[in-house]
């Protein structure tokens, strides 16, 4: 069984930035993609950047293209979300997904299956 383990939440001013890891533990990572998704208070869980793992294909909610970058350490089995310019829209819950394969979902991306989620870590962007 695989587990993901987040980690690199905090607070941050607005305009700050933040890292967060995903360290795949246990079995050897075998899924197609990793990803990341939040969930703000009162809303629905969305899509925020996804990777293939193993082309390293990436993909982006359009509201954080060029301010995120997503990327992955196959030898670590890690992946890594660098924030930047963060916005208090910003603010959620921080989940890491290993699944796939990846598919446009409207004018967003979604997996066809989740094969494992992390718990979530808080990213808190103050005005």
């Avoid at 795949?24 to 703000?40: E, I, K, L």
């Avoid at 629905?44 to 082309?55: D, L, N």
């Avoid at 993909?59 to 208090?88: C, E, H, W």
């Amino acid at each position: 069984q695989v587990q993901l383990v987040e980690s690199g939440g905090g607070s941050v001013p607005a305009g700050d930035s933040l890292r967060l890891s995903c360290a795949a533990a246990g079995r050897t990572f075998t899924s197609n993609a990793m990803g990341w998704f939040r969930q703000a208070p009162g809303k629905e869980r969305e899509f925020v950047a996804a990777i293939t793992w193993r082309g390293g294909t990436t993909y982006y909610r359009d509201s954080v293209k060029g301010r995120f970058t997503i990327s992955r350490d196959n030898a670590k089995n890690t992946g890594y979300l660098q924030m930047n310019s963060l916005k208090p829209e910003d603010t959620a819950v921080y989940y890491c997904a290993a699944g796939g394969p990846i598919y446009r979902s409207g004018s967003s991306y979604a997996f066809y299956d989740y094969d494992h989620w992390g718990q979530g870590t808080q990213v808190t962007v103050s005005s």
